[in-house]
């Protein structure tokens, strides 16, 4: 059975640092991985979704990787922002091609 | 706005209580979804439907009933919930109902149950 696993659950950092939020899986046979960023009262976006067969995707400041033989994946956020408080929820594809969930990263950046 | 309205924001109820929450949305995607978000555990599918018919159904205990009248509505009905069921229902919605399509989602319904 698929595990998703983010630590840490909680970062507090300094505006301007850039900094890598983690996130692995316990069954690498997975069809992609897609990061999400959850605000207060309203629901979840989607950052990047990174293919099995691809190794990282940039979004302006962001960079997912994805090493899927460590199971691992790493989202870098850059030069970061105090808008860029939130919680970042990263998600694998099962085995039924349905998302399996880590709980979140509660990321605070102080100005 | 993602494109998906989800009503009411907010819910208190009873536990012999009956009530509805509704998501919509304007994005003409085929899939709906229901998921129920714990306070610091990860996101639980319920159901998922595709162009209607539900195609998931994850162990849901049946006081959790939905309904998908079109491919732009969807409904879950409450009937005689537990304290155990207050969470975030979050409602989603995607071109087809597979993991290769990214999903959309609305700012969920804050359930407590008393």
């Known amino acids: 059975k698929q595990e998703v696993t983010q630590i840490p659950a909680a970062l507090s950092v300094p505006e301007g640092e850039n900094l890598v939020l983690n996130c692995s899986f316990t069954?690498?046979?997975?069809?992609?991985l897609q990061w999400f960023r959850q605000d207060p009262g309203k629901g979840l976006t989607s950052l990047l979704l990174?293919?099995?067969s691809q190794r990282e995707q940039t979004s302006g400041r962001l960079n997912a990787s994805l090493d899927k033989s460590s199971g691992r994946s790493t989202l870098y956020i850059a030069a970061s922002q105090p808008g860029d408080s939130a919680t970042y929820l990263c998600a694998v594809s099962g085995s039924n091609y349905q998302l399996i969930w880590g709980a979140g990263t509660k990321l605070i950046i102080k100005p | 706005e993602t494109g998906v309205t989800q009503t009411p924001r907010h819910l208190v109820m009873g536990m012999t209580n009956k009530k509805s929450l509704k998501c919509e949305q304007h994005?003409?995607?085929?899939?709906m979804y229901w998921y129920k978000q714990s306070a610091k555990k990860p996101l639980e599918l319920m159901f998922v439907y595709n162009f209607k018919e539900q195609t998931e159904n994850n162990s849901v205990p049946s006081r959790f009933s939905p309904e998908c009248p079109n491919s732009s509505h969807l409904f879950l009905h409450l009937h005689t919930l537990q304290p155990e069921d207050s969470a975030l229902y979050l409602c989603?919605?995607?071109?087809?109902?597979?993991?290769?399509?990214?999903?959309?989602f609305g700012p969920g319904t804050r359930l407590t149950v008393t």
């Open positions: 990174i293919q099995s």
């Open positions: 989603a919605s995607s071109p087809g109902a597979t993991a290769t399509y990214e999903q959309y």
């Open positions: 069954d690498s046979a997975i069809y992609n």
């Open positions: 994005l003409g995607h085929n899939a």
